[in-house]
Structures are given as C-alpha cells and as structure tokens.
C-alpha cells in the first residue's frame, strides 16, 4: 500500500509557490501600480489645473497626486527590476489584465484620499 505522502516532492512544491509569489508580487502588482501611476498623474493634471484657477482644490490635489506616485513607484519597484534584470514580466499564468477594474479601484482610492486632503485642508484653514 502506498503511502499519500511517498510521491509529495517538496523542492518541486517550494519552486511552485516561489514562481507564483514572484508572479503575484512582480507582475500583478506591477500592473496595479503603472495603472496607480495613470490616475497620480491625472490627479496631478486636476491639482495644476485648479491652482492655475486658484482654486482652493489645487494643492491638496497635487499632494494627493504626490502621495500616490511615491506608493506606486514603490509597488512597481520590483516589477521594474523583473524588467531590468531578466527582459521582462515573469509568467502569471492565466492572469488577464483588466485596465478598467484598476482604473475603477484607482478611482475609489483616489477619491476617498482628495476627499480627505481637501476636507482636512479646509477645516485646518477654517479654524486659524
């Protein structure tokens, strides 16, 4: 009688779970941060185009924009270094970029960080 555990190859398991991780971390999320990267430097677009206007929405859009740059950059650092070292995106199997779901989680994302800027900017401003 075989045992379950006779044929179970850990080396072959380990390298399995390490290809996936590597995927996961250098290409998926590679992909989430260049999108990220997109909506930052539309923000920035609105945060410029408010401030030419004076408009009070100006600066705290642009920092916004900032802080969502920095938080990309490092989220695509190591899919950057993927590309850098070895030519190109490690293999995430079946996985289909999806530009409009990440461009809608950008969005909430964003929305909810220029609604907290813009309201802490205002009630700081309105209380000196």
Request: hydrophobic content about 60%; charged content about 10%.
């Amino acid at each position: 009688m075989d045992h379950v555990g006779a044929k179970f190859d850990l080396s072959a398991t380990l390298a399995a779970i390490g290809q996936a991780v590597m995927a996961v971390i250098c290409h998926m999320v590679f992909m989430f941060a260049v999108h990220g990267l997109f909506m930052a430097a539309l923000l920035a677009l609105a945060g410029a185009f408010f401030l030419v206007k004076q408009h009070h929405f100006g600066p705290p859009l642009l920092r916004v924009a900032r802080r969502l740059a920095i938080v990309c950059a490092v989220l695509a650092l190591p899919g950057v270094l993927c590309i850098v070292f070895w030519g190109g995106l490690p293999s995430a199997g079946v996985f289909n970029v999806n530009s409009l779901g990440f461009i809608c989680a950008w969005s909430l994302i964003c929305l909810h960080f220029s609604a907290e800027e813009i309201n802490h900017s205002q009630t700081s401003s309105d209380s000196t």
